[in-house]
C-alpha cells in the first residue's frame, strides 16, 4: 500500500509515511485503560483549558495522561481535534465541553461508557462548581459556586456569572471554566477507576420535575420527548394552573 | 521505550505492540484533508447511523472515507470513539450528535475549523430536516420535515415526532435521524470543500430575536450570556409587555 515505516532508534520514534489504507494496527476499542490519579487529571484539566478550552482540557487531560502511562496507541490521537467544543461547540452555548470532552475519552476505554457518562452529566448538573479543589494555583481563589441543573454550556455559564457579578468574557470566568474542566476531568476518571475496580455505583437520580413529566411523556407514554434534560429549565409545567 | 514495530508484507499491515509514550509519530495537527464527496459521505452517514448512533455516525462517515481516500494517519482512529454523542450525548438531548462528530472530524483537519463549525451549526437550525436526498435507499419516505431553530438535539428531535406523529423510540424516528445524520456529514464536507477551494461563504446570520437580545447582553454591553442559541426558544422577551 506504499506505506514506510521507520524505527528511528536515536530518537525512538516511530516514523510511519506514506498512503496505507487500513493497514496501521491499532488494538480493536475499547482501548487499554490504566487507572489515573484524579488528582493529576484535576490539575492538568485546570491548566490544559488555558491552552485550548473546556473540551480540550478534559480530553487532553486524560489523554495526555494515559500517553504518558500507557503510550502507545493513544500516542496516535491529537489533543488539539477536541478544541471545537469549547464554550459548547465553537461557543454556542450547548453541550458543556469538559463534558463533551470526558465523554470522548470514556468512550474511547471502555464499553459502559453510556452508563458512566450518564452519571458524569448528572452529577454535572448537580455539582456547585467551581470546587475549592484548585486554591492552590488558581488566579481567583474562593469563587462563588453554582448549581447549574443542566448540562448546557449556556445555563452553566451564564448562571454563574450573573451569580459571581462578573463578565463571560472576564479572567474570573475563565478560571471558573478552568477548575471547572478539571473537575469534570478528574469526577470522569473517578468513575472510571470503580468501574474498573467493580465498584461502581449510579447514583444520580432525575429531578422530582423531570420525573413528573415523564409519568406522560416517557417512553411507554406518549414517547414524544426526546432528553434527560430537566422540562422546566424551559418549560412551564402546563399540569399546574 | 519497548515498542515493536512489524511491518507484515503479506497483510499489508504494521503492527505496534508495547508500551511507545510519545513515540509514534504522526503527523502535526491539523491531518491532511482530501476533498471527499459529499454524496459518498451523505448516504455513508445514513448506513452509520443504524450501527452507531448520530454521532458516530457522520464522524464516521467522513473518518472512514478519508481512510480508504488517505489512509495512516486516519487509520489510527477508531470510529468507535464517537458513539456517546448519540441522542445528544447518551440520550441527554443536548448537541445533536450528528454536529458533534462532524465537528470532531472538522476540527481534525482544518485549523478554520471554527468558522466552518459554526456555519454548520447555524445552518443546522435553519435546515428543514430530512431532506429529500435518501429517498432511493431509505426506509420510510417522503417524511415530514421540520426546522428545528436549535443545535440541540432534544429541541430537534421533540419537534419533529409531534409534527410527524411519531414516537421518540419508533423506526419512523430513526430513519429521520438517519437521513439527518448523513445530511449533516456531507454539508460538513461541502463547506470543507469550498474552504480548501477557497470558496467557502459564511452565510449564516443569528436570528433577529437573537439580535435583539444581544443589542445588550452582548460582550460589550452587559456581556452575561454565554452562547448562540436563539433565546427565545426557551426564554420569554422581556423588553415586550
Redesign the interface.
Known amino acids: 500500500?506504499g506505506?514506510e515505516?521507520v524505527?528511528d532508534k536515536a530518537a525512538?520514534?516511530?516514523?510511519?509515511?506514506?498512503?496505507?489504507?487500513?493497514?496501521?494496527?491499532?488494538p480493536?476499542?475499547?482501548?487499554p485503560y490504566k487507572k489515573l490519579d484524579p488528582k493529576v487529571v484535576k490539575k492538568r484539566g485546570y491548566e490544559l483549558y488555558f491552552k485550548g478550552g473546556c473540551m480540550y482540557g478534559a480530553a487532553a487531560a486524560i489523554l495526555f495522561t494515559l500517553?504518558?502511562?500507557?503510550?502507545?496507541?493513544y500516542?496516535?490521537?491529537?489533543g488539539?481535534?477536541?478544541?471545537?467544543?469549547a464554550?459548547?461547540?465553537?461557543?454556542?452555548?450547548?453541550?458543556c465541553g469538559a463534558?463533551?470532552g470526558a465523554?470522548?475519552m470514556?468512550?474511547?476505554v471502555n464499553k459502559d461508557?453510556?452508563k458512566v457518562?450518564?452519571e458524569l452529566?448528572g452529577w454535572y448538573t448537580e455539582y456547585p462548581f467551581p470546587s475549592k479543589d484548585h486554591e492552590d494555583y488558581c488566579k481567583f481563589k474562593n469563587q462563588v459556586t453554582t448549581v447549574a441543573k443542566s448540562?448546557?454550556?449556556?445555563a452553566s455559564?451564564?448562571l454563574w456569572?450573573?451569580a459571581a457579578g462578573a463578565?463571560?468574557?472576564?479572567d474570573e470566568k475563565k478560571d471558573r471554566c478552568g477548575k471547572l474542566t478539571g473537575d469534570t476531568a478528574a469526577k470522569a476518571v473517578e468513575l472510571l477507576n470503580a468501574l474498573v475496580d467493580g465498584n461502581f455505583i449510579a447514583a444520580y437520580k432525575v429531578s422530582t420535575e423531570f420525573e413528573h413529566c415523564m409519568t406522560c411523556h416517557w417512553?411507554k407514554g406518549m414517547?414524544?420527548?426526546?432528553?434527560?434534560?430537566n422540562c422546566v429549565?424551559?418549560h412551564d409545567d402546563h399540569t399546574k394552573k
Open positions: 500500500m506505506a515505516v524505527w525512538k520514534t516511530v516514523n510511519i509515511t506514506g498512503k496505507a489504507a487500513g493497514s496501521l494496527s491499532v480493536a476499542w475499547p482501548w500517553q504518558e502511562e500507557v503510550g502507545f496507541p500516542t496516535t490521537i491529537p488539539d481535534m477536541f478544541k471545537y467544543g464554550g459548547g461547540a465553537v461557543s454556542w452555548g450547548t453541550l463534558l463533551n465523554g470522548a470514556l468512550n474511547l461508557y453510556s457518562l450518564n452529566i448540562p448546557l454550556c449556556h455559564v451564564s456569572v450573573n463578565k463571560v468574557n472576564s417512553e414517547d414524544n420527548e426526546q432528553g434527560k434534560m429549565s424551559c
